[in-house]
């Protein structure tokens, strides 16, 4: 085993894998600090670009961007005490509470110094687990890995939002938008509906682009103003070392409970995050500082937040199931790369397996080194508007999602898709479960489809599938039984309630639409699939007949429940708008037009810029656009109308 530890540090310190770790860790940083936006939309955003590196590169690349987004997102959680994940709520409660008493650098310097020992566990324990569970894996069918691959897929649908329904009925919509264009089974085409664009199926690069960045890239829009606006300083990092020394011990405690956290598939750093938080509560004699300013719910959060994103990758190489979102587009690029986690991946590219080891510790320890050295600067610049930042956001991803096929349909994909985000957003479906179903669809059709061929369907009786299987049925027997125990009683927000935050707006209407598009979308793929041949129309029946149910139920019930909105909520959809009517003139006029116009409504409208810096400001945007495009080695979109780029 030496000889591929060292032999795969000795390929990380090439320079061009360096530059790409470094480069990733960059971006990653950067996402990290916007509220909202997170570890998904940095990998997102990165993922059309590394293909243009080799495997190691392009994999070091993502792990860079995946190591360090809890890191960073401290310096946004304690300077504006918007959490700059939902994992740092914790964080923004207490670092922020202590920010306002002129202690930031004492709340930073803790949170970073634990981000890095929770990085640097999850990486140890990474390691441990390859060796380990190695034999284990190789033990394991093709039965075996599909019920993995399903009970992680079940758990992404339950552990991520309020409700099990929207839950499922989300993670159905990605395995039917994973299952459309070539069956792996048969020779059939699925759900083209005679559009050559669809006969390669969707991109993961759109589809988590426009699931999750431009739904947010919307939201933050409309919010408008600046980021902060008091400007906060930070000097005198002595008080965080000598903190995060006293309370070293619940670090490490609280990274032991974020690996745990990470090897469940799905359960992610949120929960991982909550469940260290009481523990730092439950183990500290005074809890009156808790919700002002405790110096110990930032280590404890901060500890574990890490070791879960770190841990997630468990889980991810060995059984393909991905512990999260971010998880899920490296398990994506993974596939991609021709490499396929499980035993093929611990037998045959062991050398990868410890590159991503040493990517993880590296970017944890330089990931904190760079947040204590730039973190005095940006707190001066927390007065930012976000349409500022969002200008070139938004057109970076236009450019990732155009390399995908380079015609118009991967401009059309991104904005339809970033539509159907936004609605599932406020409608509260969860947007993780769409992910890791689309993800998954491939594997679990290959699983399903060999199980049957080999097994027929005995292998549903194998002791290997029950076991797994009874992940899902043992929480949910007891989960059964806690609600007829506890019928009729209330319950609480716990996370409400200790944020001190307002009961979000219902928004019934959007509710009701989607459910009846999904409804429409399920029924009609239904139709459509009975043509196919019976091997194609096996893993579109595991999605699409639970996902007709589902998505009637909840049409139902926003029927129900449906009352007119009184408010006038008109920003978002607004933004929206804009960006659809952008997306038709670019395939009308061409790129450069359209995206002058978009870029002076950014800048004057929604950032309020002044003309000349903002004229300087939207030139250099626009410029470095034009040259992503050169370096990608491709063409601007050309206007159908006018010929022109």
């Not at 991104?414 to 539509?419: E, Y």
């Not at 059709?445 to 060999?450: G, I």
Request: charged share 10%; net charge neutral.
């Amino acid at each position: 085993m030496l000889e591929h530890v060292f032999s795969a540090l000795d390929t990380l310190t090439d320079p061009v894998r360096l530059l790409a770790l470094f480069g990733g860790m960059l971006v990653g940083m950067v996402f990290g600090m916007l509220p909202g936006l997170g570890g998904v939309a940095a990998v997102s955003i990165l993922l059309p670009f590394i293909y243009y590196l080799d495997d190691f590169s392009g994999l070091a690349m993502l792990l860079g961007a995946v190591s360090v987004v809890y890191t960073s997102d401290t310096i946004t959680s304690v300077l504006l005490g918007a959490p700059g994940s939902p994992a740092s709520a914790p964080t923004a409660i207490e670092g922020n509470a202590l920010a306002k008493q002129g202690e930031a650098a004492r709340a930073l310097g803790v949170g970073f110094l634990s981000s890095m020992v929770g990085g640097l566990m999850g990486a140890v324990i990474l390691l441990v687990a390859i060796p380990v569970a190695g034999p284990i894996v190789l033990m394991l069918g093709t039965p075996e890995l599909f019920m993995f691959a399903f009970v992680g897929l079940f758990f992404a649908s339950s552990m991520i939002g309020k409700d099990l329904a929207k839950g499922i009925a989300a993670a159905c919509l990605g395995l039917f938008l994973g299952v459309v264009g070539p069956a792996s089974a048969a020779a059939d085409f699925r759900f083209t509906f005679g559009q050559v664009y669809l006969l390669d199926g969707f991109s993961l690069t759109i589809v988590a682009l426009g699931l999750f960045g431009v739904a947010e890239a919307i939201s933050m829009l409309a919010a408008g103003g600046g980021i902060s606006h008091t400007p906060i300083t930070v000097s005198n990092w002595g008080a965080g070392f000598s903190d995060f020394w006293k309370n070293r011990w619940l670090v490490l405690r609280a990274s032991i409970i974020g690996v745990f956290g990470g090897f469940v598939p799905a359960v992610g750093a949120s929960a991982s995050t909550w469940v260290a938080y009481g523990h730092a509560i439950r183990s500290t004699k005074d809890k009156s500082k808790f919700g002002k300013g405790e110096i110990r719910g930032i280590a404890a959060s901060e500890g574990a937040n890490n070791a879960t994103v770190i841990a997630d990758l468990v889980p991810t190489l060995l059984f393909s199931v991905p512990g999260g979102p971010a998880a899920a587009i490296f398990l994506g690029a993974l596939f991609s790369f021709g490499y396929y986690p499980g035993p093929r991946m611990i037998s045959q590219n062991p050398d990868l397996m410890f590159l991503i080891v040493w990517s993880v510790a590296l970017s944890s320890v330089v990931g904190a080194a760079i947040c204590f050295a730039i973190t005095p600067t940006l707190a001066k610049l927390t007065r930012i508007p976000f349409g500022i930042i969002a200008a070139p956001l938004i057109l970076i991803m236009v450019v990732g999602a155009y390399q995908a096929t380079s015609t118009m349909g991967d401009i059309f994909m991104l904005f339809g898709l970033g539509a159907l985000g936004w609605m599932m957003k406020h409608a509260e479906w969860p947007r993780a479960p769409a992910l890791v179903g689309f993800v998954l669809a491939s594997p679990m059709e290959q699983y399903f489809w060999l199980s049957n061929q080999i097994h027929g369907w005995s292998w549903l009786l194998r002791p290997g599938v029950l076991i797994i299987a009874s992940f899902i049925a043992i929480p949910a027997i007891l989960n059964i039984y806690r609600w007829l125990r506890n019928r009729g009683k209330a319950k609480a927000d716990t996370a409400a309630e200790v944020l001190n935050l307002p009961v979000a707006e219902d928004h019934k209407t959007i509710s009701l639409i989607l459910s009846g598009l999904v409804s429409i979308a399920f029924a009609y793929a239904i139709w459509e699939m009975t043509g196919f041949n019976a091997s194609s129309r096996l893993m579109p029946s595991l999605a699409l007949y639970p996902g007709l149910l589902l998505s009637l139920w909840l049409l139902y019930r926003a029927i129900r429940d449906y009352a007119p909105s009184t408010g006038s909520q008109f920003k978002e959809p607004l933004i929206l708008i804009v960006l659809v009517v952008y997306a038709v003139a670019l395939w009308a006029i061409g790129f450069t037009i359209p995206t002058i116009g978009l870029l002076l409504w950014m800048l004057f409208a929604r950032a309020s810029m002044r003309l000349v810096p903002g004229l300087i400001y939207g030139a250099v945007v626009f410029g470095i656009v034009w040259l992503l495009f050169n370096v990608l080695r491709g063409d601007a979109p050309v206007g159908v109308l006018t010929g022109l780029s």
